[in-house]
């Protein structure tokens, strides 16, 4: 039985294992809601109502802006960038695996690094950002796959990806005031908090 | 909605979160922002627990605790060093999430409902810190202490209720 029957779109692996086995796992990332803007809108309207892959691009920003500028210069190419590929393997590979724990623990492991104040270079910022942006992006990616028109609904969460970067970065970006900097630990502790919440959930409700 | 209104549901769990603020603001910094950054995270470890229904004994006393506690610290202007006060402030944190977690819904969309619990507990944070900053005017530093002594015979009251 479908636990949202007001969504559509169950993953492939949903499809072939059936919900109840499916929905644990791939739930959180894994609904097209019908937005009547065709597939690039229900891309967009996906990122917005399960945003576990906003949280992770909110939070890689907020530690690139604790890293320094040379780590926020390359996020208008890294973030969508690296969606996009993770994406695309999503698409091609179809669902499997990992998941919806996997994902919400990534995007864990970045609130906490920003709460804890971490400062990292911008080699090792972009090894982490697309270490963390690509298998989300492959697991919402695989959550498309079999939609029609999902190649349309990937672009549209490229975009919307993309500009909602571009809008975070210039304002987070060095040098910051020290209430700034602040607001940067807290708001990481805030996603480390919700995402912590979100793993227990994960493990309280599998079906 | 649900998710911003359970942390102010209770006026047990609102005093605190304000008195975390509150004694923050009299510890300055780096206190100020550390106590605020700590707390949701170690109330969503309490939170997890509780959804996880691992047993902790003695919850509504050790929140009742935390209100008065930390309302204390707020009335006697308690300068404790960094690490005693993240420690207390964390313990306390542990058995609201706790309590928070065992009352979670299990329907609608967890990740939303999370986020706005712990915007609304961040929340009342700030307003302990805001108010806590009226210390730097004229007779706010009274103000301030008052505040304390509320959270305190509020966390006492619920401490006596909690023991009955």
Not at chain 1, 26 to 45: E, N, Q, S, Y
Not at chain 1, 87 to 105: H, M, N, P, Y
Not at chain 1, 117 to 128: E, H, I, Q, T, Y
């Amino acid at each position: 039985m479908n636990p949202h029957p007001t969504l559509i779109g169950p993953a492939p692996l949903g499809s072939s294992l059936g919900w109840p086995v499916a929905w644990p796992l791939v739930w959180p990332l894994a609904h097209l809601v019908p937005t009547g803007l065709g597939p690039w809108g229900d891309g967009i309207a996906q990122l917005v109502l399960q945003p576990t892959p906003l949280l992770l691009v909110v939070g890689l920003v907020l530690l690139a802006a604790q890293g320094g500028a040379a780590s926020c210069d390359r996020l208008p190419l890294l973030i969508p960038g690296a969606w996009l590929l993770g994406g695309l393997l999503g698409l091609g590979l179809g669902a499997e695996l990992l998941q919806a724990l996997a994902c919400t623990a990534l995007v864990t492991v970045i609130g906490l690094l920003t709460a804890l104040g971490v400062r990292l270079g911008p080699r090792a910022f972009l090894v982490l950002g697309a270490g963390t942006l690509i298998p989300v992006a492959l697991v919402a990616g695989s959550a498309l796959a079999g939609h029609p028109g999902a190649l349309a609904a990937l672009l549209g969460q490229v975009v919307a990806i993309a500009v909602l970067t571009a809008l975070l970065v210039p304002p987070l970006s060095p040098p910051q005031p020290r209430w700034r900097a602040v607001g940067l630990r807290v708001v990481g502790s805030w996603i480390t908090a919700a995402g912590l919440l979100m793993l227990a959930w994960l493990a309280r409700h599998p079906q | 909605m649900a998710g911003l209104l359970h942390p102010i549901s209770g006026l047990d769990h609102v005093v605190a979160m304000v008195a975390v603020g509150l004694w923050g603001a009299v510890l300055g910094p780096p206190a100020l922002w550390l106590l605020p950054v700590a707390f949701p995270m170690v109330m969503a470890l309490g939170g997890g627990l509780g959804l996880l229904g691992v047993p902790i004994p003695g919850v509504e006393i050790g929140i009742a605790l935390s209100g008065m506690v930390l309302g204390l610290m707020v009335l006697l202007e308690i300068r404790a060093p960094l690490m005693v006060a993240a420690a207390l402030v964390a313990v306390f944190a542990l058995f609201h999430g706790y309590a928070h977690g065992t009352e979670l819904p299990a329907g609608g969309n967890p990740l939303l409902y999370s986020l706005a619990f712990v915007i609304a507990t961040g929340s009342l944070h700030l307003l302990g810190i805001l108010l806590g900053e009226t210390r730097r005017w004229p007779g706010g530093r009274r103000f301030v202490q008052a505040a304390g002594a509320s959270v305190a015979l509020v966390g006492l009251w619920f401490l006596l209720r909690a023991l009955r």
